[in-house]
């Protein structure tokens, strides 16, 4: 279930790279998989690098345990459901990256958190994808 | 193999205690080593792919499949309590996990080749007499043979290309080296308990012989590239 928190758009522009400020578009899941085909390489990598740093970081706090543990429900919730297609396991690849990290940067006690706008997205069911042609992308499930 | 072939099921973990520390032993000897490697995998390549992947659909892929190897490791984990094991006795990983991955090209050549090993493992296991272990084997073989195929796909796009195409052999012939010993040695006395209790069918050598069937055929048929002469046999 996808609910829209109010301010939307605000969160979506505090990316965990950074803030964004492109126009914002939400589009339904097809769309996302098109749009995240293209995404800025810069911004990906940046987010790629701040993932493995928060999960260094947690280790290195002694979170390793709890980050497996955090890892483990987390899972349960996202990698139960058969029958994907290719496009479905983009997108739950997608938010299983975000949340993997959003997880590791909290255990860290990082402050403040890259990760916690779009932390709050994915809880509420969205799949935040980033900046696409021009627009920052965010898509339904 | 001496004495004759346990063809019974076992419905759950009080039914293997019933049977004996034997068997109980044979069952969690296959099921920790799956506890253990399949976290190695993650580990060690799948998780670090992640960071190797050249473009978004790729990376979210790569984070998908680290995080179905994740959940094998603790699916395996949660049969091993349920039998009453300590899987946090430090054991040997397979020597596959010493394979240093550098490139996303060695990392697709190894979906293709390791995970196919890891297949024929668990289609082995997947009339296992004890049932708890069947039932999941069944239930993870479609993501194992997601792995496979998402590493064949790539493999091939790759060998099509000519920038490519040495790199792709090099991994292939790295990591078939590598991937041998992964069925364990030619004369092995816990296969023999294995296949007496009914936990296995297959001989170790049996299990590599259909390993290298498959991925001979792939590697020279669908990539056509050259297969490294393999001996069947392991003695370590
Ligand atoms: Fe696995
Ligand atoms: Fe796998």
Redesign the pocket.
Known sequence: MTSTPADLGALARMTPAGPVDLPLVAVALRAGVEAAASVDPDWLSEVDCRRAAARQAAVAAGRGAALEAALHDALVAATGAAGLDDDGRVASGARLWLLSGAIASALSGAEPDPFRAWATLLAAGWWPIGPSGGRLVVSTL | MSGPTFAGEVADAAAAHALGTEYVQAVGKVVTSHVRNELA?ATAFDEPAIGLAPGPREKWLACR?AM??YGHHLKFARLASDLGLDTAAPGRTLSVFDFELTSWTEFVVLKALV?EA?VVLMEDLAAASYLPLRDLVVRLLP??HF?VSFGQARARELAADPAQVGLVQQAVDDLVGFTVPFFGRSVSANNDTFRRWGVKRWTNDEARAAWVRRCSRFVEGELGLRFPTVDRHWDG
């Open positions: 995998g499949i179905e190897e995970d890891e993501e194992e792995h």
